[in-house]
Every structure is written in C-alpha cells, then in structure tokens.
C-alpha cells in the first residue's frame, strides 16, 4: 500500500504535465505510390548497367567479352559505396553553383525525412526534391544515373585498357566530372538547372548522362591510343543476340530512367490542362525508341541494301538517347521527330568517323555524345509547359531564349566533360599506366586482367 501510495503521489504531477501537453504534430508520411514508383524505377536504372554490358559485350571479340562484361559491372561496386561515402552530398547538397557542400558525407542527414532538408538555401522555396518519397528513396534513384554514366565511357576503351586504370579512372571521373555537372543541372542553386540557374532543360540526362560520357570517351579514346588491330584488322561483332539483348534491357530500364525522372506519379495541371508527366516522359520514350529503330532500319535499307540487327539496336539505342532531356518535356510527335532525327544524325556521325582517327571503338561518342547534343537541341525546340507546367517552353513556342540557354549548358557540358576527363587520364597514366602490354592485348584480355575466360578456348577465336 505505502509503495502504491508513493507512486501515485509522484505520477499526479507527472500526469497533469502529461494532460497539459499539446500532442506533437506527427511528420508528414510519404506517399506510397510515389515511393514504391520511385524504388521500382531505381531497380529499372540499374538494370540498365548489365543491359549496356550486353550491349558492349557482343561488339567486342570473344577473348574480351568478360573484360567489357566487368567495365561495366564493376560500376556497380564503386559507385554504390563512393555515391554513399561523398558522390551524392557533392551532386545534390546544397553549396556552390558549381558544386554541393559536404553536408551529407556519408549520408549524414539524408534520412527518411520528404521534405525541409533544403531549407536555408537559396531559392528559398524549394524545400526538398521530391516531395512525396523519403529523401533516401530521392538519393537511390540518382545513385543509379551516377552508376551508368561512366559505363557508358568503356564502349570507347574496351580491349585495350588496363582494368587497374580504368577502375581507378571511373572513381575519379564520377567524383570530378559528373558529381559537379549533375549538381549545376539537378541540384538546387546549380548554375545551369531550374532551380535558381540559367534554366536549362536536361529532363533525365542529356547533358549530365550522354553528352558528359559521350564526349569523356572521344577524349579518352584520343589519350588512350587506338587498338592494335584499327584500322586494318577489326572483327565483326562476336555475338548479334547479345547486342539485341543488350538493346532490350536498355529500352526496357530506360522507362525507369525518364518516367522515373519525374519523381511522382501524381497528375498535376498547366494552366487548364491536366497533366501527368511521368506518364508522358513514358510514352515519349518508348515512341523516340521506335522512330530511332525505325529510322536507322529505313537508312540501312536504302543505302545498304539490308536492314541489319545491329543497326536496329543501335537505332533504339540512338532514340532513347535524343529523347532523354525532352521526354517529360514534349508531346508524344515531338517524340516521333526526336526519335528520327537523332538515329539520322548518328548514323551519318558513325559513318564519318574514321576521318577522325580516333578508335572509339563502339561509337561511344557518336550515339551518346552527338545523339545527346541533338537531343539537348531539339529540347529547346519542342519544349512546351503544356506537358510540364514546371518547364518552359521552347522555340516552337515562342521562347527563342531557351534555345541559347541549351546551347550554353552544351558547352559547359563539354568543356568540363572534355578538360576533366584529360587530366585525369594524364594523371593515371604518369602513375599507374593506361594500356596493358601488347602481347596482352593480342592474347585477349580476359585471360590476362582477370584470370578467366569467357567461353571454353575450344570455341573461343584464341589460338590454342
């Protein structure tokens, strides 16, 4: 009785404060359609980094298919631990024009909150990403983009390259070269992007993805030196269906990669116009990938008198690139243009290559790089706030500035990708070395950079 009475002595004041209290207001859940939409498309992006391994891997000679299999694997583990440690605080806290703070090394901060997390910063009213889904969820997807952009690059130094250099040269690439570009375009206070810059137009990653990687390979297959058997002593591509499966797994991750891009699901309107944009950049994407197919199927045809496997996948390839910063941007016939112009621009671009004697070997620069120029163009062109109350329009709307805005994000695009990629390959190769040894590279790579081959020697093109 007398501990009974003691307890209840002590709890009345400690009740009455409880009584008094105001409940806290819980904090603002996330929504679940827009999360679980946002996690599915992150697992759609990074499918597409095997997708591209398949697409490089069938191009290359079968004592190499491993090597380029794991140029693009490998990604996986660097920049899924680098974009946690300090990629992601670089690209996206809140900093300088130029680049993020280091606010959120080691995502420090970066939680499950949906919104605030850019409070105090400028512009004032943007307060976080994407304000339905855990910032986690914001910081994954964008993990994925960080993850394939560099792969992208190794369709210009596959069978030549050092696996010890090109590790080393992708750590670096992602860190200087496209942590800053992605935090001007993406990032608020960028220099470039909608969020208190020049206003660029870069929907999912013409300029941070495909010109950034595109240009890095001309500049690195330049540094690197051409492979031993160019121009002379090329092989057809080793493995047709392991392109055409390559291209398939890239056209299906790239809805992840545009729809994705629109953060939510959620309809929205401009002006009197209903919209939905991640249902737009959808269909826009799968349209632009049809034309792109289509297109370089109608060129082969009646240039070369057989429309070839390869250059479907390269179509495709070439359409989803063009339409990659317009598609939640533009109607689904800008799409069909998109699409056609790209693939047209590409194929004539690969077909002059050899005047620059460079040895990109898989066209890296000529479908990413010009395939990402045009498309950053014809952004400018067919933009309209009729698809995307927060874009702008575009020429064809009026808006004649926007074009000179996208001009100038190309440059910048350029200049970065282009001066940045050089001086890291200059530093690698003063320290640990570009190429591997001669005798290396006739053998094949596979045998000598990783122990391993890809097929028994029996079917392989190694001599026995």
């Given at each position: ?20 209290q105001t409940p806290a207001a819980a904090p603002p859940a996330a929504d679940t359609g827009d999360t679980a939409f946002m996690l599915i498309s992150a697992a759609l992006v990074l499918l597409m980094t095997p ?7 069938g191009f290359v000679r079968s004592r190499n298919i491993l090597n380029t299999l794991m140029m693009s694997f490998v990604l996986m583990a660097i920049v899924g631990v680098t974009w946690i440690l300090w990629g ?305 329009d575009g020429v064809l709307r009026g808006n004649f500035g926007e074009l000179g805005v996208q001009l100038a994000a190309i440059a910048v695009a350029y200049a970065i990708a282009g001066v940045g990629t050089w ?42």
């Amino acid at each position: 009785m007398i501990g009974a009475m003691t307890l209840l002595i002590l709890g009345v004041p400690l009740m009455g404060n409880a009584f008094a209290q105001t409940p806290a207001a819980a904090p603002p859940a996330a929504d679940t359609g827009d999360t679980a939409f946002m996690l599915i498309s992150a697992a759609l992006v990074l499918l597409m980094t095997p997708g591209l391994a398949f697409f490089y891997g069938g191009f290359v000679r079968s004592r190499n298919i491993l090597n380029t299999l794991m140029m693009s694997f490998v990604l996986m583990a660097i920049v899924g631990v680098t974009w946690i440690l300090w990629g992601y605080s670089l690209a996206f806290a809140p900093g300088l024009p130029f680049i993020g703070g280091l606010q959120w090394l080691g995502l420090n901060g970066v939680g499950l909150e949906i919104t605030d997390y850019l409070k105090g910063s400028n512009p004032p009213e943007v307060v976080s990403y994407a304000g339905t889904i855990p910032h986690q969820a914001f910081m994954i997807y964008q993990a994925m983009f960080a993850i394939i952009t560099p792969a992208l690059i190794s369709g210009a130094l596959v069978e030549r390259m050092s696996f010890r250099a090109y590790s080393l040269f992708v750590l670096l690439w992602s860190t200087f070269v496209y942590a800053p570009l992605a935090h001007m375009v993406w990032a608020k206070g960028g220099f470039l992007g909608l969020y208190g810059g020049l206003g660029a137009l870069d929907f999912a990653g013409g300029t941070v993805v495909h010109i950034s990687s595109g240009v890095s390979a001309l500049v690195a297959a330049s540094v690197l030196g051409a492979r031993n058997t160019h121009p002379d002593r090329l092989s057809p591509p080793h493995n047709v269906p392991f392109i055409l499966l390559g291209a398939g797994l890239l056209w299906f991750g790239w809805f992840g990669f545009n729809a994705g891009s629109a953060l939510s699901v959620a309809g929205g309107t401009s002006g009197n116009l209903v919209t939905n944009v991640a249902t737009s950049a959808f269909v826009a994407t799968n349209t632009a990938a049809a034309a792109g197919a289509l297109m370089l199927l109608i060129l082969e045809g009646v240039l070369r008198g057989k429309p070839t496997a390869v250059g479907a996948a390269t179509g495709a390839v070439a359409g989803l690139v063009g339409i990659t910063p317009a598609a939640g941007f533009v109607t689904p016939l800008s799409a069909i243009l998109i699409g056609f112009v790209t693939a047209f621009v590409c194929f004539y671009s690969i077909s002059y290559k050899h005047k620059l004697k460079i040895d990109d070997a898989l066209d890296s620069y000529f479908v990413h790089g010009v395939g990402g120029t045009v498309g950053a163009i014809l952004t400018g062109i067919f933009a309209t706030t009729e698809i995307n109350g927060g874009g702008k329009d575009g020429v064809l709307r009026g808006n004649f500035g926007e074009l000179g805005v996208q001009l100038a994000a190309i440059a910048v695009a350029y200049a970065i990708a282009g001066v940045g990629t050089w001086i890291i390959l200059k530093v690698i190769d003063a320290t640990v070395g570009l190429r591997v040894k001669e005798e290396a590279e006739l053998q094949g790579l596979d045998i000598n950079e990783h122990g391993e081959e890809g097929y028994n020697s029996e079917f392989g093109d190694r001599p026995i």
